[in-house]
Each structure stands twice: as structure tokens, then as C-alpha cells.
């Protein structure tokens, strides 16, 4: 009968080995935690083809005043020729609401807020089953070639850590042949260094990190040009 068991030798640590292994680990999730934050939170200005940088600026209508604002700043500093506004319906609140969209919502506060001299471009998005962050890049490029808008480098202007995330889509959206810089707005409510001190920092970069993750893994859009690529479903048949 053949043998159903056999001795063997396993090595297991000793208290000095867990000690050190513990020790390993919490100073793994320190560092992780600590670069998450900057990785999610990035600033990188596209270069151009000449090196000096973007010129144009897109912002993301979502953002609220003080991230409209710090992108005012944005601007000033920067060698834009033109801003371009992006989002979708405006549906947070339909009750007495201005503006249908957050495009032109942001747009509005822009104009008002430094910017009235500026040349600047409210494109709006439609709604859909599409992820929406997607669904403003894939309108702004088309709204592009349109016009007949040349857009070589472009810095794109987000909020915090979900800079990193819009970042990937946009770069979906317009494919090698647009450099995309990022620019994130700096969060008031919290420390992207230390964002797990406090509630909302933990949930935003744990949420937008989720996010990023999934995005990377899971999000497939459809082919450029397609309808699917604007609604995330088939073409009706007629």
C-alpha cells in the first residue's frame, strides 16, 4: 500500500523573525500611504513639442470655487492661449439651478473670476451610461476636430487626488498623438501627505484609489468614433 503521509520540515519564524517581518510591513504601509497621496495628486505640465509648455488649459466643470479659483492662478502663471471648460449635466441640484451643465456653470464663475479677458470655451457633455470623466474628454476632442482646433499639449486642471484618474481617461480619450499634462488643485480640508489623520482624506484617496485601480483593470472604452464610445452601449438599429 502506498504511503499517505510523509514527514517534513518546516521552518517557522522565531519571535525576533516576527519582530522583523511586523516591522517590515509597517514600514511598507507607511511609505505606501505616504506616496499614494502624491501619486494620485499629481503635477506634471505637458512639456510641448517646443518645450514651452501647454497652450491650452482644460478644466474639469465638477471642481468647486476654490479649485475654480486655483485654476485662475493656473492660468496666470502659465503661457495658455485658450481655456476649455468640460462636464456634464449640472443634476446635483435641479431646483432654481442656473446653468444645465457644469461646464458652463465653471465656465461663468472663470469669467467672472479673472479670466473675462481670456479666450474660453464652455464645452459641454451629455449625459450617459458612459463614465462621465470619460464621456467630457471624448466631447472635448471631438469639439476639436470640429473646429479645427490644433491641440498638441494640452495641461489638464483636477481636483486633488482624483487628478491621477482623470488624467488616465483623458489620455484614453485622445490617444499618443495630444501630450496631456496635469495639474491638481491642493485639497483645503485635509493633508495629502497625512491624508489618513482625517475622514474625508481617508475617504477620498482610499475611493480614488479604488477608482484608478479599476479604471486601469477593468475600463475598456470602445473604439474611437463609435457611438458606443459616447453611450456605453450599441447603436440602436433604425
Not at 505606501?32 to 474639469?60: C, K, M, S
Not at 465656465?107 to 479677458?117: I, V
Not at 467630457?136 to 486642471?157: E, H, K, N, Q, Y
Request: glycine share 10%; proline share 5%; charged share 20%.
Amino acid at each position: 500500500m502506498p504511503a499517505l503521509f510523509r514527514r517534513r520540515t518546516v521552518w517557522l519564524p522565531t519571535a525576533w523573525g516576527m519582530l522583523a517581518a511586523t516591522l517590515l510591513i509597517v514600514v511598507g504601509l507607511v511609505a505606501f500611504a505616504r506616496w499614494i497621496g502624491g501619486y494620485l495628486a499629481p503635477t506634471a505640465p505637458a512639456a510641448g513639442a517646443d518645450g514651452r509648455g501647454a497652450q491650452t488649459l482644460i478644466v474639469e466643470g465638477w471642481l468647486n470655487e476654490d479649485e475654480l479659483a486655483a485654476a485662475v492662478d493656473a492660468f496666470r502663471r502659465g503661457h495658455y492661449e485658450r481655456v476649455i471648460v468640460s462636464g456634464g449635466p449640472n443634476d446635483t441640484w435641479a431646483e432654481g439651478r442656473r446653468f444645465a451643465t457644469f461646464a458652463e456653470r465653471a465656465a461663468d464663475y472663470l469669467r467672472r473670476h479673472g479670466l473675462g479677458d481670456a479666450t474660453l470655451v464652455a464645452v459641454p457633455a451629455p449625459s450617459s451610461a458612459q463614465e462621465r470623466t470619460y464621456l467630457s474628454a471624448v466631447v472635448v476632442r471631438d469639439w476639436a476636430r470640429s473646429t479645427g482646433t490644433r491641440l498638441g499639449a494640452i495641461d489638464l486642471f483636477s481636483s486633488g487626488v482624483h487628478a491621477r484618474r482623470s488624467l488616465i481617461v483623458f489620455r484614453m480619450a485622445f490617444g499618443p498623438a495630444v501630450e496631456i499634462g496635469v495639474l491638481a488643485a491642493e485639497p483645503r480640508d485635509y493633508d495629502e501627505t497625512h491624508w489618513w489623520t482625517t475622514s474625508t482624506g481617508a475617504k477620498s484617496v482610499l475611493g480614488e484609489a479604488i477608482s484608478v485601480a479599476w479604471t486601469r483593470c477593468c475600463f475598456w472604452p470602445a473604439p474611437h468614433g463609435t457611438f458606443a464610445e459616447r453611450w456605453a452601449i450599441p447603436e440602436p438599429r433604425r
